[in-house]
C-alpha cells in the first residue's frame, strides 16, 4: 500500500469498497458452527473458513474445501522437468558438442535416464515443497489479520469461529455480517485487509524469478554483442589458446618478442666450459663422446624432432612443415657434403648456428647436442642403408 | 472434474505460476541455443592456411616408419634433351627454383629473398654479369649446384637428380639475359658425362631399424688404463674414462701436441669424461696427459678389438 492511502481500520473496512480481509462471526458450540457453515457455504459471499479450539468432526464436509490440487502440479512439474532433462542432454551432448562416451552413440537415450529421473524428482520436489508454501498457503503471510483480532482470545478458549474471507472478486462486507449474524453468530466482527507484505509475497516471488531469467537473457546477449562488436576481451577460445611459453612461438613477455630465450651474454653454465673453436674448422677434429646406445639415440630422436624436425625435416631431408608456410629452404641433411662431414663439424653447426640457423646451444645441453648428431646419422643411415641393411628387413 | 480441485480464480493463479517456470525454461533454451554457441566463437581466430603435406610416407602415422625400399637405377640422362633450355626443362627449373632458391635468391632471381639477410657474401644477382665465382656457364653452375661454394652459404645440391639440376642451371640462366658465354665444343664436352652415368637412389630402411644398426655396429673403445703421473691427473681431471676413451679414439687431432690434446678436450667438457676443472691445468701437466693418453690409446689399439670390461 502507497503511503498515500489511509489506514484500514474496521470502520473503513465494512464501507462499500473498503478493503476488508474477512469477517468473522463468532459461534458458542461445534453444533452451530457445522449448521451455519452449509447455509453460509450456499450463499457464495467469499471463502468461507472455521477457527476453532479443537477439531471438529465433519467441519471439512460442511465447509465444502476442495481437494488439493498439488499431486497434479506435482505431476505437471516432473513431467516438465523429465522432458526438459532430457532435451537438454539430448541437444548438450548429442547436437552442441557431440561426444562418444562409453563407445554409445552421441545420442544414446538410455544413458539420459539417471538425470532425467534426478531432475524430475528434483522439479517435482520443489514443486510440492514451494507449491505448498507460495501458491496453496500463500506464505509468506506475516501477521494473518485473525492473530489481531479481537475475538482471538475466545476462539483459542471455547468460542468457535466462521470467517467468510476476501477472496477472488468483489466482497460485500456489510452483506457478509448481514449472513453470518442470520446464521446465528454472537459476535461479528470485521478484519481489515493487512498491510501488502511487501517483496516476499508468492506473488514478488514468482515476478523475481522471472526477471532473473530475463536479466540473464538480457545480459547474456548484451555480452554477446559487446564482445563481438568490441574485442577487447576476447573469451576463452576453447584450449587451443593457453597463456604459455612455447619454443618457436612468439612470446609477449619478453621485450624482443621471442619465446626461446637465450642466456645473457658472457655467461657460462656451471660445470661447463665456454665453447672455444673460433670457427667451423676448428671444431671439426671434436670426436662425439656419446656410445651409440639406446638411450643416447633416444634422446637424440626426442632432442632432433623438438628442435630440429621443423625445419631440416622428420628425415632429416629439408622438407618439413615450415617450408610450405613460410617459404624457408634448411639444409638437406641427406646431401652427401653433410653425409661427410666430420660429427664435430655438424656439432659445431649446432653450437655456432649457419647461414640462416641460429644458435641452437640455449636449447640444447651438450648431451642432447651430440646425441643429435648421432641422430643424424641414424637418419642418413636409413635414408642410404646398405644392401646387408636391407636384407635384414624387419628384424633389426 | 477440476472443479474438485481448484476454483477458476485458483486454476488461473496455478497457471500464471506454471507460464513462469516454462518461460524461464524456455529462455534458459534459447539462451543455451544461441547465445553459448555464439560467444563461444565470436572472435575466434581465424584458421590458419591449412599447410599442404610434405614429405613423409603417407598413410603412415610416424612419418619415420616408411616399409624398406630397394635402390634402384636412374638411366643417364641423354646429353641432347638437357644441354639446351626446353620450355619442358624451364617450367620444371621455375618449380625447384621456387621450392630450393628463391628464400635466398629472391623471386627474380635477384639475391634479394628474405633469407637472404642474414648471409654474408649475399646471395648472386642472377640478372648481373659480375662477380659470379665459379663463371655463368652452364658447367660451371652446374658444378655449383653439385659442389656448393664453400665458404658461402651456398650448401650443395648434390641430392637432385642430374636433370633437375640441368633445369635449374636453364632457369638460373634464363634470369639474367646477358650472353653467359657458353660455347658448343666445351658443352658438348660437358655433355659426355651424362651419357657416361647413370644415377643410383640408395636403399631406405626404417629409422629405427637404421638405428638398430647403427647400434649393432657401435663398439665401446676399452676404457682407458693410463700408467704413471699422467695416471694420476687423469684420475683427477676426469669423471668418466669410457667418455674419455671415445672423444679420443675418434679424433686424431689431439695426437699432435699438447696444445692440440687441450684444444680437442676444452671444446666439450665436461660431456667428453673431463672435469671442467682441467682448465685450469698447466702446460706441464698437460705433457704429462699427453704423452700418457697417448701410450694408452696406442697400447689399447694394439690390444685388439673385442669390447671388454668397463669401469
Known amino acids: ?396 | 472434474m477440476i472443479e474438485q480441485y481448484v476454483d477458476a480464480a485458483e486454476l488461473r493463479r496455478l497457471l500464471s505460476a506454471l507460464l513462469v517456470v516454462v518461460g524461464v525454461i524456455l529462455l534458459a533454451c534459447l539462451f543455451a541455443v544461441i547465445v553459448v554457441p555464439g560467444l563461444r566463437n565470436a572472435n575466434r581466430p581465424a584458421a590458419a592456411p591449412a599447410v599442404p603435406v610434405v614429405g613423409g610416407e603417407t598413410g603412415w602415422l610416424d612419418p619415420a616408419e616408411y616399409p624398406p625400399a630397394r635402390g634402384y637405377d636412374v638411366p643417364p640422362v641423354r646429353p641432347e634433351e638437357v644441354l639446351s633450355a626446353t620450355p619442358a626443362l624451364l617450367a620444371r627449373g621455375r618449380a625447384l627454383f621456387e621450392q630450393n632458391c628463391r628464400s635466398c635468391h629472391g623471386p627474380e632471381g635477384r639475391g634479394d629473398g628474405p633469407a637472404a639477410q642474414g648471409l654474408a657474401p649475399p646471395p648472386r644477382d642472377f640478372a648481373s654479369p659480375q662477380g659470379w665465382k665459379n663463371g655463368p656457364g652452364i658447367p660451371e653452375i652446374y658444378r655449383t649446384l653439385e659442389k656448393g661454394i664453400p665458404g658461402s652459404s651456398m650448401g650443395a645440391y648434390d641430392y637432385l637428380p642430374a636433370k633437375d639440376r640441368m633445369a635449374l642451371v636453364h632457369y638460373v640462366q634464363s634470369l639474367g639475359s646477358f650472353s653467359h658465354g657458353d660455347v658448343p665444343e666445351a658443352l658438348e664436352a660437358f655433355g659426355r658425362q651424362f651419357a657416361t652415368a647413370g644415377e643410383r637412389v640408395p636403399n631406405k630402411i626404417p629409422v629405427t631399424l637404421a638405428a638398430a644398426r647403427l647400434r649393432e655396429e657401435f663398439r665401446p673403445p676399452e676404457p682407458l688404463r693410463a700408467e704413471g703421473p699422467g695416471a694420476e691427473i687423469l684420475r683427477e681431471e676426469a669423471w668418466d674414462l669410457a667418455r674419455v676413451a671415445l672423444a679420443l679414439q675418434g679424433a686424431q687431432t689431439w695426437r699432435k701436441s699438447p696444445a692440440a690434446l687441450a684444444e680437442h678436450v676444452l671444446p666439450s667438457v665436461p660431456e667428453n669424461g673431463f672435469r671442467p676443472r682441467v682448465a685450469a691445468c698447466s702446460a706441464e701437466e698437460w705433457t704429462i696427459l699427453h704423452a700418457a693418453l697417448l701410450a694408452a690409446v696406442d697400447r689399447d689399439e694394439k690390444g685388439g678389438g673385442e669390447g671388454g670390461k668397463r669401469s
Not at chain 1, 472455521?50 to 505431476?75: E, F, I, K, Q, W
Not at chain 1, 455480517?177 to 509475497?201: D, F, K, N
Open chain 1, 1 to 396: 500500500m502507497t503511503g498515500g492511502e489511509r489506514m484500514v481500520t474496521a470502520e473503513t473496512a465494512a464501507e462499500p469498497g473498503g478493503k476488508a480481509f474477512a469477517v468473522l462471526g463468532l459461534f458458542e458450540t461445534a453444533e452451530d458452527i457445522l449448521a451455519a457453515a452449509q447455509g453460509l457455504r450456499d450463499k457464495g459471499l467469499g471463502r468461507l473458513e472455521a477457527y476453532t479450539p479443537y477439531p471438529v468432526h465433519g467441519l471439512d464436509a460442511a465447509l465444502g474445501h476442495r481437494r488439493s490440487p498439488l499431486a497434479g502440479m506435482v505431476l505437471v512439474m516432473g513431467f516438465i522437468g523429465a522432458v526438459s532433462a532430457f532435451l537438454f542432454q539430448m541437444w548438450a551432448t548429442g547436437i552442441d558438442y557431440p561426444i562418444v562416451v562409453g563407445g554409445k552413440a552421441p545420442m544414446a537415450w538410455q544413458a539420459f535416464i539417471p538425470i532425467l529421473f534426478e531432475v524430475m524428482v528434483l522439479f517435482a520436489t520443489f514443486t510440492a515443497g514451494l507449491g505448498m508454501l507460495l501458491l496453496m498457503n500463500r506464505l509468506p503471510f506475516y501477521g494473518h489479520p485473525i492473530l489481531s483480532s479481537a475475538s482471538i482470545g475466545k476462539i483459542t478458549r471455547d468460542r468457535f469461529a466462521l470467517s467468510l474471507e476476501a477472496y477472488g472478486g468483489a466482497f460485500d462486507a456489510r452483506e457478509a455480517r448481514a449472513a453470518l449474524e442470520e446464521a446465528g453468530a454472537t459476535e461479528v466482527e470485521i478484519l481489515p485487509a493487512p498491510e501488502p507484505s511487501g517483496p516476499w509475497s508468492a506473488n514478488y516471488l514468482l515476478k523475481g524469478f522471472f526477471a532473473v531469467g530475463a536479466a540473464c537473457l538480457v545480459a547474456g546477449y548484451a555480452t554477446y554483442w559487446a564482445v563481438k562488436l568490441f574485442p577487447v576481451l576476447p573469451p576463452m577460445v576453447h584450449m587451443e589458446d593457453q597463456p604459455k611459453l612455447d619454443p618457436q612461438e612468439p612470446s609477449a613477455l619478453f621485450r624482443d618478442g621471442r619465446g626461446m630465450q637465450s642466456p645473457p651474454s658472457g655467461t657460462v653454465a656451471r660445470g661447463f666450459l665456454p665453447y672455444s673453436p673460433a670457427a667451423p674448422e676448428e671444431a671439426a677434429g671434436l670426436a662425439n663422446p656419446l656410445p651409440r646406445t639406446e638411450p643416447v639415440l633416444d634422446r637424440g630422436q626426442k632432442a632432433y624432432r623438438t628442435h630440429c624436425a621443423v625445419c631440416h625435416g622428420v628425415l632429416g631431408d629439408g622438407v618439413p612443415t615450415l617450408t610450405a608456410s613460410y617459404g624457408a629452404k634448411p639444409a638437406n641433411l641427406q646431401a652427401r657434403a653433410i653425409r661427410e662431414l666430420s660429427d664435430g663439424k655438424i656439432y659445431d653447426a649446432i653450437v655456432r648456428g649457419k647461414n640462416a640457423m641460429p644458435s641452437y646451444a640455449p636449447h640444447l645441453s651438450v648431451e642432447d647436442r651430440w646425441s643429435v648428431v648421432h641422430y643424424v646419422r641414424v637418419l642418413q643411415r636409413a635414408q642410404n642403408a646398405t644392401d646387408e641393411d636391407l636384407e635384414r628387413g624387419g628384424r633389426p
